[in-house]
């Protein structure tokens, strides 16, 4: 089993019409054993801006730790919070800077821009980064939400049909893959207003 | 075959460990204490390789009483999970720790807390925790009869179950537990639950005196 397996994890974001949505499943597990059914995989950095971490969990609570840090000291010097774009670069520089020892999470990130522009993106455990348009996904339920996405998402969703959409697809993938699941946890994010909201799926 | 395990009840935490102190196929002793009281409100529950245990568990206890000394206050429970925390992430990549821990606590505003921390360094509070083979006997056992706000009676006799089913489950499981509790009392050792008494297993036989053998 490969380590990105161990704890077993799904993220995935979807960008609307001037909002976003990012979920994830709720399993901390240990190979085939659940410890936990309350794991908080998405952190905030700011309240426009969001990232999921997938993979290890040990990874995921240093990286989530250590960028709260980089975004506080950016906040400090700048007066101002960081945009997605340069966050993106931020997350994607501190990923390779470990090139032959990295951290084993593979980060979502989804936020709002200046002009209120939804912005999603994803990236290996190396810092190599995928902008989308529509959709990115990640963690060992990561097929199964590419699938998933694929066929039930549309351009331009209203923040309500984002929401339920969101969570469909992610209850749907988490269904096939045993590592993942145990409940859902979904941020609706607009211009004014942020939703979260705990998804009650299959218990298993 | 080590088995920690811990549960939060209504007011107090409950840490219970084996006292096997193995190598190998060879039991040195059935009275090894493994959950250490790291200060007057937490308690450590440590499994893992012996050396690393006895050593991380010995320097976190040093820097929760330095902390005090320093300061003058007590680190509250969440504080020293991440502070234990952060010690394995360090190590993880230079010399990791192989030590398994649950950290159990009572803070005054707060009330009883129990943390799961594995040798990875994934923190996460819990009301119920366990490792080793024994974690998938206590675990499902747990998940069956545990509920919020338990009464001390009742946790008892859930740890008693837990213990019952590590012993007739587990093919090479301890014969001996220890149960520490931590409450707004403070920590201290609640129980033994043992098969094997230890002064038993080597009495202290009177050496015959040279010039009586007989032939």
Known sequence: ?204 | MECVFGLVGDGFALVVADTSAVNSILVHKTDEDKVMLLDSHKLLGASGEAGDRVQFTEYIQKNVHLYQFRNGIPLTTSATANFTRGELATALRKRPYSVNVLLAGYDKDIGPSLYYIDYLATLHKVEKGAFGYGSFFSLSTMDRHYHSGMSLEAAIILVDQCIKEIRSRLVISPPNFIIKIVDKDGARECAWRETINEAEVAPAEAIPEAGTVTA
């Not at chain 1, 597990?29 to 290890?56: C, E």
């Open chain 1, 1 to 204: 089993m490969s380590i990105f397996e161990y704890n077993g994890s799904a993220v995935v974001a979807m960008v609307g019409k001037n909002c976003f949505a990012i979920a994830s499943d709720r399993r901390l597990g240990v190979n085939l054993q659940t410890i936990a059914t309350d794991f908080q995989r998405i952190h905030k950095i700011h309240p426009k801006l969001y990232i999921g971490l997938s993979g290890l969990a040990t990874d995921v609570q240093t990286l989530s730790q250590k960028l709260a840090f980089r975004h506080k000291l950016y906040v400090l010097r700048e007066e101002r919070d960081m945009r997605p774009e340069t966050f993106a670069s931020l997350v994607s520089a501190l990923l390779y800077e470990k090139r032959f020892g990295p951290y084993l999470c593979m980060p979502v990130i989804a936020g709002l821009g200046d002009d209120n522009v939804p912005f999603i993106c994803t990236m290996d455990c190396l810092g190599a980064k995928e902008l989308a348009k529509d959709f990115v996904v990640s963690g060992t339920a990561s097929e199964s939400l590419y699938g998933a996405c694929e066929s039930m998402f549309k351009a331009d969703m209203e923040p309500d049909e984002l929401f339920e959409t969101i969570s469909q697809a992610l209850l749907a993938s988490v269904d096939r893959d045993c590592l993942s699941g145990w409940g859902g946890h979904v941020l609706l994010v607009t211009p004014t207003e942020v939703h979260e909201k705990t998804l009650k799926g299959r218990m298993d």
